[in-house]
């Protein structure tokens, strides 16, 4: 006799995930959860570790790479995104004979430098996330950086043949 019997089967989609990206961050930030990813309920990775939350401050400079792991029925996808924790714990200004500062910080982009005349200021340079200088002058207290983005930058101010390091967030 002849039998035929048909079976059914369901192939289910692939889930669709994604992770926006997460700004460079100074070490001396405070720990953020992680909630980048989409659809929620998926799960993270931080450099190979399970994760609900980062800290910047515990020995994570350089380059951080976050997966997001998602499952529905049955079908799993990830979504990766990197990101770099910068070293500002290490940066100081130096102690001289004045007290350098640099305000507003954060900032929309125009600043001031105090603690110091602007004649004895002899070059400013703003350095971005990867160290690419990104402006620079010379005898002046007053910085306008609203042509850059927001993010982290460093900011060395020449003062007395002294080089000080101040970080710097431009936030909008």
């Given amino acids: 006799s002849n039998t035929s ?18 700004a460079n961050i100074c070490d001396t930030a405070e720990t953020f ?8 309920g998926g799960t993270y990775e931080v450099n190979g570790a399970t994760a609900t939350e980062f800290n910047p401050g515990t020995g994570n400079i350089g380059t951080n790479t976050v997966v997001y792991s998602y499952t529905e029925n049955g079908c799993s996808n990830t979504a990766q995104t990197s990101f770099e924790v910068l070293n500002c714990s290490g940066i100081g200004i130096e102690e001289l004979d004045l007290q350098i500062s640099l ?14 005349e602007k004649e004895r200021i002899e070059e400013v340079i703003v350095y971005d996330a990867i160290g690419k200088r990104v402006f620079s002058s010379q005898k002046s207290n007053q910085i306008d950086l609203e042509h850059l983005s927001d993010g982290l930058y460093r900011v060395s101010i ?13 936030m909008r």
């Fill in 158 to 170: 020449k003062v007395g043949g002294k080089e000080n390091i101040i970080p710097l967030q431009i």
């Fill in 103 to 116: 305000y507003p910080n954060p900032s929309k982009g125009k600043l001031t430098i105090g603690g110091v």
């Fill in 5 to 22: 019997s048909t079976v059914n089967t369901t192939v289910n989609p692939i889930p669709t995930v994604n992770i926006s990206s997460i």
């Fill in 33 to 40: 959860t992680l909630n980048q990813g989409s659809p929620s």
